[in-house]
C-alpha cells in the first residue's frame, strides 16, 4: 500500500440477508466516508462506492456497488477501507490523520530521545499514543494531549513530548 492512502473504516461483515454490510468509520464526521468514495481495500484490487443506509450500533449498515449477497459481504468482514490522501480535506495546524503520527521519533523536553510512534488509540476519553521504548518488550500508552504532547513537527519527523509522571517508569 503506497503511503498516499488513508484507512477510512472497516467492514464488519454482512448485515442482514440483502448485502448491506457493517461499516465502522474512522473519519472524524463519521457520514463522511461515503463522500469520498470510491474507497479500496487494502491491495487496491477492490474498490466501492459506500452508500449508507442507517446508523447502527458501533457504525453503519451500509451498500457496497458490486455486493448484493449476503455471502459476499460475509467475505468482505475485517476489510480495510482506504481513500487516496488528495481526497480528505486539508486540517487546522493543530490537527493530524493519525497515519501522519506512526513511525514518528518521540523526544522529551529535554531532547533526549524516548520511543517511537507504533499506533494510535482511542478508548473513548482522549486519542493515546502507543510508543515502543528501546530496550523494552512492553510498549507504553501516552496521552495525545498539548499538556503531554506539546510539539508535532511532521517536516522533522519528529514528536516533543512532557509524559505525566511515572508512565515511562
Do not use: W
Not at 508535532?152 to 519527523?157: E, N, R, S, V, Y
Amino acid at each position: 500500500m503506497s503511503d498516499d492512502q488513508i484507512c477510512v473504516g472497516a467492514i464488519g461483515g454482512a448485515f442482514g440477508v440483502q448485502g448491506e454490510v457493517r461499516i465502522k468509520s474512522f473519519t472524524s464526521d463519521p457520514l463522511a466516508i461515503q463522500d469520498y468514495g470510491p474507497l479500496t481495500t487494502q491491495d487496491g484490487s477492490l474498490e466501492f462506492e459506500v452508500e449508507l443506509q442507517r446508523e447502527i450500533k458501533n457504525g453503519f449498515a451500509a451498500r457496497l456497488s458490486g455486493v448484493s449477497t449476503k455471502e459476499e459481504a460475509d467475505a468482505l468482514k475485517g476489510a480495510r477501507l482506504f481513500v487516496s490522501r488528495d481526497r480528505l480535506p486539508d486540517l487546522p495546524d493543530d490537527e493530524f490523520y493519525h497515519s501522519d503520527l506512526m513511525g514518528l521519533e518521540v523526544f522529551d523536553t529535554g531532547g533526549a530521545p524516548l520511543g517511537k510512534v507504533k499506533a494510535v488509540h482511542n478508548h473513548g476519553a482522549t486519542d493515546l499514543l502507543e510508543l515502543i521504548i528501546p530496550g523494552q518488550s512492553e510498549t507504553v500508552l501516552i496521552p495525545f494531549t498539548l499538556e503531554a504532547v506539546p510539539t508535532i513537527d511532521l517536516k522533522a519527523g519528529r514528536i516533543v513530548a512532557d509524559p505525566p509522571d511515572g508512565i515511562l517508569e
